[in-house]
């Protein structure tokens, strides 16, 4: 599974990564923004997650080579009961600190996992799990409360931290300088410039041929990832433009990585009772769907590199996919006339928040969004908020009422209808009968009663519109030309299993 790597010794290993200037044996990467934790569990946001799992590993990946749920800490996992389920560890693995990777490790990660209070952002997921319990040291048995059809994906989300390292220093102080099993450990952190890390040298699988460390860099700047990834400072640079692929892909230097994204971008219409404002009106939040011109925005912003969401949230190819659904099409005309039937003749001023340097072109399609409701006489107040902020009000809803957006959970319609439940912190709408079918999908076995709950569920969201459906696109990456075998996940995370760099 992992790769061969020539070795070199720990104090080496470390000066590289102490001497920051890139090497040709250190990766430099540069992503939108600063991580908040490096604890893998305490975030959803692929930036964070893509940094704290260099060092600290789940049970079992989620491998975008070959799209299947692979062996990690764990070496596989069978079924005792629909809602008991046997997790084989691997022998011999430790922590970087010299703690036992072992049943009490992870059953000690789990009871964590499972505790809304500590891992809020895993909350949805979480909820399947009733609990874990030690059978050997190298056997625990979890239980469900229910049968749970995304459970391998459900598995691959439970990130592994030793005991005693975690309970000296608690949850917070955890996040900022955590203990893995990982290829990689930490070294330093300068807040908002660099996080460094060097090669783990006793990991328990195969290093990563040719890289002795990694730097990760903050870079909301689209034009500065690009400049720095031209002329050699980063290896790595995410979430590019597609107006730069022109300009790149006859570097002989650089590759460019397309990847097909999980990501559904989105404006948030909070129809929720604590958020007072037109939006409360079904037929404004239609109204706003009719006043968007999303293949403009296609066109004009991604060079039609994007695929409109035909009016859901499910993705052609997943489960759930409703055929019979089209976008609201353009018609301003037809906004106009339902603000006036919903009380609003002359429109109305909204808030409009939108992350600037979270999301490739964040800024551009957030204005391109307040042009077109200003041609309905709806006047958006524009707040643009760095991406750290951004997702500390997307998680407490302080968004609200209007907010531009990219949600990518994991690859099952579970998770993704997870995200408009009423009691999830993301949602911008209470609905019971959305709740009630999000529920018994994630609870269905039999494939096409499932397919059709979240159909139904589909068609419901459509017409009550809790959002402008805007469009999910295509993720690029870029890289130095010497890493081979690089491929992130349609989430927006990226590994460094089984990678190579050098000539």
Do not use: C
């Amino acid at each position: 599974m992992f790769s061969k790597m020539r070795r070199v010794t720990a104090a080496a290993a470390l000066l590289a990564a102490l001497a920051l200037p890139a090497s040709a044996d250190t990766l430099t990467i540069a992503q939108n923004f600063d991580p908040q934790t490096l604890w893998p569990n305490g975030t959803t946001a692929s930036d964070n997650l893509n940094a704290g799992s260099a060092m600290v590993e789940s049970l079992f990946w989620q491998d975008p080579r070959v799209n299947e749920i692979r062996p990690l800490l764990a070496t596989g996992f069978e079924m005792e009961s629909p809602t008991s389920v046997i997790v084989k560890l691997r022998e011999g693995i430790t922590f970087t600190n010299g703690e036992p990777m072992n049943a009490d490790a992870v059953v000690h990660s789990v009871n964590i996992f499972i505790d809304k209070e500590q891992t809020p952002a895993y909350a949805q997921v979480a909820q399947a799990f009733s609990g874990a319990e030690k059978v050997d040291d190298l056997t625990v048995r979890i239980t469900l409360h229910d049968s749970y059809p995304p459970l391998a994906l459900a598995l691959s989300q439970i990130y592994v931290v030793p005991p005693n390292y975690w309970n000296e220093m608690g949850l917070e102080a955890y996040g900022q300088k955590p203990v893995g099993t990982g290829p990689f450990k930490f070294v330093e952190w300068v807040r908002d410039d660099k996080l460094v890390m060097e090669r783990n040298e006793d990991y328990w699988g195969d290093l990563p041929e040719g890289i002795d460390g990694l730097i990760w860099r903050p870079v909301p700047d689209d034009a500065a990832r690009v400049a720095g990834l031209t002329t050699g400072e980063y290896q790595v640079a995410k979430d590019l433009p597609v107006t730069a692929i022109p300009g790149l892909e006859n570097e002989p230097e650089i590759k460019l990585v397309p990847v097909p994204s999980y990501r559904i971008y989105q404006i948030g219409l909070s129809s929720l009772p604590q958020h007072e404002s037109p939006l409360q009106n079904k037929l404004v939040r239609q109204a706003l769907n009719y006043a968007v011109d999303k293949e403009a925005i296609i066109n004009s912003l991604f060079f039609g590199k994007a695929e409109p969401l035909n009016g859901q949230v499910l993705r052609k190819s997943q489960l759930g996919f409703n055929p019979d659904l089209q976008d609201y099409p353009y018609d301003p005309e037809k906004a106009k006339a339902m603000l006036a039937e919903a009380g609003y003749p002359d429109g109305f001023t909204i808030p409009f928040k939108f992350p600037s340097g979270r999301y490739a072109q964040d800024r551009e399609v957030s204005e391109a969004v307040a042009g077109m409701l200003s041609k309905v006489g709806v006047k958006t107040e524009m707040i643009a908020l760095e991406p750290g902020e951004f997702l500390r009000q997307l998680r407490s809803k302080e968004l609200a009422p209007m907010y531009f957006v990219g949600l990518a959970p994991q690859d099952d319609p579970a998770f993704q209808a997870s995200q408009y439940v009423s009691t999830w912190r993301y949602t911008p709408i209470a609905n019971e009968e959305i709740d009630a079918l999000a529920e018994a999908g994630a609870k269905e076995m039999d494939v096409e009663k499932r397919r059709k709950i979240y159909q139904d569920m589909m068609a419901l969201m459509h017409e009550e519109a809790p959002i402008i459906f805007l469009y999910d696109g295509i993720d690029v990456y870029g890289t130095d030309a010497r890493l081979q075998n690089f491929l992130p996940r349609g989430d927006g995370r990226m590994f460094f299993y089984d990678v190579s760099y050098g000539q």
